[in-house]
């Protein structure tokens, strides 16, 4: 999944640029700019989903959700079941194409939500429920 959403992407800006070349007569695209984007476009999709693998994890436990991201640095983020305001169930048009969904975490942290990407599509349904629940019985307010 990520693979295809680096190449789409890079796809769409490659064509934006050329669409810009095509439609304003100053502007003048050489064709070794276009070849090197297409190139830097392979590059990024091979490496950065390997990197994101190897970084990315996540976890559930009987007291919190921990995740772990980054590309240079590396974050580490733990949002305790009493913070969690609210759990959701996304699903990219990528996504959907791989039987695939993103959970996000939401709580009164300034830091953001939580995200956990690339989950199996009923993996994700389950986890949704399962903090959901988990959530609930916790005490607190998640202010």
């Known amino acids: 999944m990520w693979r295809v959403t680096a190449l789409v992407e890079g796809a769409v800006t490659i064509g934006v640029a050329l669409l810009v070349d ?6 003048d695209l050489p064709g070794w700019a276009v070849a090197l984007a297409a190139v830097a ?30 590309w240079w640095a590396r974050e580490q983020r733990i949002a305790p079941l009493s913070r969690i305001q609210t759990v959701d169930r996304a699903e990219g048009a990528v996504a959907r194409l791989f039987g ?3 959970v996000t ?7 953001g939500a939580l995200e956990i990407d690339g989950l ?3 993996r994700a349904q389950d986890l949704v429920a399962e903090l959901t629940l988990m959530a609930d019985a916790v005490e607190g307010d998640a202010t």
């Not at 095509?22 to 502007?27: I, T």
């Not at 490496?47 to 995740?67: F, K, N, S």
């Open 22 to 27: 095509l439609a304003v007569d100053s502007f």
């Open 41 to 70: 476009v392979v590059a990024w999709a091979v490496v950065v989903p390997q990197w994101r693998y190897a970084v990315h994890r996540w976890e559930v436990t009987d007291t919190a959700v921990h995740t772990q991201s980054g």
């Open 100 to 102: 695939l969904a993103t």
């Open 105 to 111: 975490v939401t709580t009164a942290s300034a830091a």
């Open 120 to 122: 199996d599509l009923a």
